[in-house]
């Protein structure tokens, strides 16, 4: 399982869902350079995003946390959830062959990302 960023404690929500979109983008990259030909099946994506959300509430102690603990979990399982999304949609993209694929190199994201300032 990959790292998952977790909301540190001077960081808000939403700036955590901006760098989240951002670092999901880059996971997509990796995870092509790594598996080109991975299927992405149903199964597989909710395995990961529950593993994911066991693994940092549980495993990681954030159940001593309360309520931060449980937000932060959810919040990681959310990013497993966008990252394998995006994987989903840039192979369904790649196969309709119409050249509109969704940005995942570091330029191509940075890019859109100073295009519209998040």
């Known amino acids: 399982m ?15 869902v901006s760098k989240l979109n951002y670092t999901t983008s880059l996971n ?12 992405i099946r149903f ?7 529950f593993r994911t959300y066991v693994s940092v509430y549980f495993l ?7 309520v931060d603990g449980f937000i932060a979990a959810r919040l990681a399982a959310i990013h497993t959830l966008v990252s394998e999304a995006k994987r989903w949609e840039y192979y369904m993209r790649q196969k309709e062959v119409k050249g509109c694929l969704p940005p995942i190199t570091q330029e191509e994201v940075d890019a859109l990302k100073q295009k519209y300032d998040y």
């Open 2 to 16: 990959d790292s998952v960023p977790i909301i540190k404690p001077d960081e808000t929500i939403e700036e955590y």
């Open 28 to 39: 997509v990259a990796e995870a092509i350079k790594n598996n080109p030909y991975s299927k």
């Open 43 to 49: 199964g597989k994506i909710l395995i990961a995003v």
């Open 60 to 66: 990681e102690g954030k159940i001593f946390q309360g």
